[in-house]
């Protein structure tokens, strides 16, 4: 199938995109375009105005600054994943980047076009929320920040006001003492993430001193975990403890007030009872007590 008819606009500068998301309301921006042009095809959005703001230099780029790592909003997964800043700084981001999609995806996707998508099953955004990372966004009146905990609203939904855009996504650099993974069920065709559980767990030899749990694909946006946080935090973390903490997990979504997805790929059910395991996974991963 075929999109609909629509305007064709090129922005040259980030000012420039602001100014024609501002001048043509429901106009959508193209980024890498593997998230909005199959939606066009199948005719599922119909924007009368794309915006391409794949041009725009200075919204790509990865620089690490202090014991933060800023990432531009037109940087694609590959070139997160590649990076030996990244690497260096904080394995996770590189390790969850190389696990999106497939070459044709990593090399077109962009992490900013990716989180202002939010599609529940992305991996994206429950990495980020785990690692406390936030976005800048440019709109008329400025520039603001924004936890990405806080970005998403609901599914395919977010914070953003129609003539914002992402140009920024800041992660912090892990301390030597910290130790983050991702573990996830994916769909064995596109990789989406069934469910992910991402974590970060601050250590003292074998003592957990904090920790930070998020879930997704499981519910529309990703949810923590403070529950099995608290549980993790003060404990020497063991396959038992980790098995008692992540047991909590469903405190925590029901606390949180969101409904859990069930669909073709998998039920409600099934997927509230594989994220503590995800969770566990990447626990264990991050301890060391299991490989992938």
Partial sequence: MFA?????RKAGSIAEAVQLLSDNPGAKLLAGGHSLI???RFRLARPEVVIDIGGIANLRGINVSGD???IGALTTHAEIAASADVQRSNGLLAEAAGGIGDPAVRNRGTIGGNLAHADPASDWATVLTALGATVSAQGPSGARTIAVSDLIEDAFATVLA???LITTVSV???AANQRAEYAKMAHPASFYA???GAVVVTMDGNRCTAASVAVGGLTPRPVKAPSVEQALSGTTLTADSIGDATARLGEDITAAGVDIIGDVYASAEFRAGVAPVEVKHALMHAIGLAHH
């Fill in 194 to 196: 069934v469910v992910g």
């Fill in 4 to 8: 609909a008819d629509f305007e064709y």
């Fill in 162 to 164: 129609e003539n914002e």
């Fill in 172 to 174: 912090p650099v892990l």
């Fill in 38 to 40: 199959p939606l066009m």
């Fill in 68 to 70: 933060t790592i800023n």
